[in-house]
């Protein structure tokens, strides 16, 4: 797997992602995404985008795709499969975590290298709320999945619409 040579880890989407997420309900909202085979990062990716009046179509670069599965996803499994209730397994479990978390970082790394410099993605004419509903929809991880996954949508499109226009500082 190549990555490219200047990777930036620490971008706008990387400071969106740490803001965001610590607004009520996102994390609940990623996460119960998450559990229904959603990415987290396509699903900030569309909604950084959105809050830039730009669309989201769901595709990604292969790199991407291949260090989500390779990397951030390995290291997931890894994590969820170590007992929680284990005092043994607090420390490994923690590190796990965090090395989860820093993959979780290149990842949008890798994403935010791509949609900067290969996103001709332009607002949607429709309004920002229809944008927002839009690039969250194409984040899914199949069409049908789309419907299964209604209430933590509109939460996230709400949270996302109460966020100024051009703030990518939740």
């Known amino acids: 797997m190549d ?3 200047q990777l930036q880890s620490d971008n706008p989407l990387w400071q969106f992602a740490l803001a965001f997420w610590q607004r009520a309900g996102v994390q609940e909202n990623c996460l119960a995404l998450q559990q ?18 730009q669309s989201y179509t769901g595709n990604e670069d292969a790199t991407v795709t291949e ?24 420390t ?3 590190g ?6 820093e993959a979780e970082r290149i990842e949008l790394a890798l994403a935010w290298h791509t949609l900067t410099t290969n996103n001709p993605g332009t607002g949607d004419m429709h309004g920002r709320d229809v944008l927002i509903q839009n690039n969250l929809e194409a984040a899914a991880p199949s069409t049908g999945a789309v419907a299964n996954a209604k209430s933590q949508l509109n939460a996230l499109a709400g949270t996302l619409a109460d966020i100024s226009t051009g703030d990518h500082k939740p």
């Open 3 to 5: 990555l490219p040579v």
């Open 36 to 53: 229904q085979g959603w990415s987290v990062t396509r699903v900030l990716c569309a909604a950084w985008l959105a809050l830039d009046d």
């Open 67 to 90: 260090w989500r599965n390779r990397v951030t996803g390995a290291l997931r499994t890894v994590r969820q499969l170590l007992p929680k209730a284990s005092a043994q397994c607090t």
């Open 92 to 94: 490994l479990r923690e």
């Open 96 to 101: 796990v975590a965090g090395l989860e978390l």
